[in-house]
């Protein structure tokens, strides 16, 4: 079956644009997370959702970055005046519940210029 | 927080040979251990896991073996294979948190044939 997909796979922008991030996840998936991954390191835990909820946001570096899931599916992750420091490939994953696998989509590669 | 180490941080075998990762924690309540493993250009993917109650868990060519005393966890990879070449991760995780991960920087496995 279809996998978590993410668009766009690429984004390039200049700093201080705003950027919204779209991340599908495979259907039936109530928990939904995002990661950033900077180059050479592991992902690094940015926002959890159950259902259409925030359950933990605490991995938001500040207030630029914003993320929502309005009907229980798809998630957006928006992030306000764009920094150099915020050029990353940005991961989300899902699993069925909390607690169980969570699945990665191909993720999106933000470049701020 | 966590504190998580991988050793080594690139490690390059011949084809057949076997490969070992390590990882090292520092929470003492992280009571889940998987490991995932990234190929280019994708999403990290979990490829076997262990939990606090379990010392030893193996499929096929792949084992995972827990030390929860001395907070460690190691990747056993047999017979490798040219296609087992990847970054992997680990990611101890205590399940009440969420399920949020915490992943190590990650260890690049290149299998020459």
């Known amino acids: 079956g279809a996998g978590v997909s993410q668009t766009p796979s690429n984004k390039v922008t200049e700093k201080g644009k705003y950027v919204e991030l779209r991340c599908d996840p495979i259907s039936g998936h109530t928990a939904l997370y995002w990661y950033r991954q900077s180059l050479g390191q592991g992902p690094e835990f940015l926002i959890y959702f159950q259902g259409t909820g925030a359950a933990d946001d605490s991995g938001l570096p500040n207030d630029r970055f914003f993320a929502v899931r309005p009907e229980g599916s798809v998630s957006t992750l928006k992030i306000q005046r764009t920094e150099r420091g915020d050029s990353a490939v940005y991961l989300c994953?899902?699993?069925?519940?909390?607690?169980?696998?969570?699945?990665f989509g191909p993720g999106t590669r933000l470049t701020v210029t | 927080g966590e504190n998580v180490e991988q050793h080594p941080s690139t490690l390059s075998v011949q084809e057949g040979d076997s490969a070992v990762i390590k990882c090292t924690y520092s929470d003492s309540a992280s009571n889940y251990f998987p490991w995932y493993k990234q190929e280019l250009g994708k999403g990290p993917q979990l490829i076997i896991d262990?939990?606090?109650?379990?010392g030893e868990k193996k499929d096929q060519r792949i084992a995972v073996t827990l030390n929860k005393t001395a907070k460690h966890f190691s990747l056993h990879i047999t017979e490798t294979q040219p296609e087992d070449s990847a970054v992997y991760f680990c990611?101890?995780?205590?399940?009440?948190?969420?399920?949020?991960?915490?992943f190590g920087e990650g260890t690049q496995l290149t299998v020459n044939p």
């Open positions: 994953a899902s699993s069925r519940n909390r607690g169980d696998e969570q699945y």
């Open positions: 990611a101890p995780t205590q399940e009440t948190s969420g399920s949020r991960l915490t």
């Open positions: 262990i939990r606090s109650n379990v």
